[in-house]
């Protein structure tokens, strides 16, 4: 219910000098696998922020075990842990075949246009 | 007088598997090289952006002739080619202790915040 | 036969303040785009540069029409324009809903470990 | 002594749809802000590379309380907190014209080529 896998092969790009996806990758990875999972709650974060919500990151913990290679066919699983009225907090694993590469969790918070922090509505606190 | 030289240092992150400079990077260092090139002339591109301006690229045109390396202690040499009632037209090259690792050219036009095209305003033409 | 398609989602980290695909990133999905067409013909690019074979981009000429945004599903559809003994030249097209938004000539050579120029090998060409 | 300031301007490559530094980026502006203090001190990241040696992040947390913007100009202050037999511990503040943005603590350890984990060098400990 509350978990969410989306597959991402790793970029030429995103690999650094080591051959390995550059450890500041993993957030973007996160990123797409919260949306994805917002999206096949029938969610649309693009249309969120035409709206004037924007979510943003205030926190994040990622434990790197083993290293991701580029072309490796990464599973991102993303599980929403907590919302309150202030925070939405994600936990995610990053797997290959099977096997976890790299742990996180990352909290989020809900702004205007202005930058200002907004309580999180009923209706996302139901689609999260 | 029309040429700007500016000084970046290959990251980590921006190179490849091969050690390279990831060849879609030096799109963005073309971008620091004119946007450094207009503050030396006065000019603020955020500030442009505040007020309504956007510049895109609608054509580049890039040379790799040898690789750049991480922690490369590069020159972008941007040179002011030609600007016209609807057009900037840019050159540039990647120097690397003084070799040439790189020429290309790279053209942009003015929209304003609907995506419209723009005629270029004579002050930015002065500037640039 | 020698033309591929690539979906591709636009990462929010892909996208610029304008909330535009940033005009460098083309060149990471054009190398997506020849990839997959590379492994739908049964190559492996991994596997070549682990046998110490090297793709390196010595042109790239790319004409940006229109913008793509950020979660635009695109098309980046992959033709292969000609192989000569030194050189391979591929064209690419980026499709937002049919409607193109982009194209670009890129031309890849290929190394060994140590940056030699090599000749492209006859089962290369067979594959591309 | 132990802490070091790199001041980087956030790039528009770098900056997302909100006009932020995109939050990933951050752990790429510590590895520059190490990699500096690092050079400060007379080590050479490349030729530790190029001897076999390398550097993997394991761990990183961070917090973002304000954003950075597009064309900021941030100090990136590194500081050592720890080093161990088996791991260097930094920590890291982000500030804007005196005000903190973001603080981080990245955990590092040393690999060989092979990816086996190695005792951190007396020398390195000395430079580091």
Known sequence: MNTHDTTIRVRYEDADPMGFLHHSKYLSYFEIGRTEMYRAAGGDYRQMEELGWFVV???????????????????????LQKVTQAKII???QVLLKGESLATATVTLALIDRKGQAQRIPDWMRELV
């Open 57 to 79: 990151v205030v926190r994040a913990d990622i434990r790197y075990r083993k290293p991701a290679r580029y072309d490796d066919e990464l599973v991102i699983r993303t599980r």
């Open 90 to 92: 994600h936990e995610y």
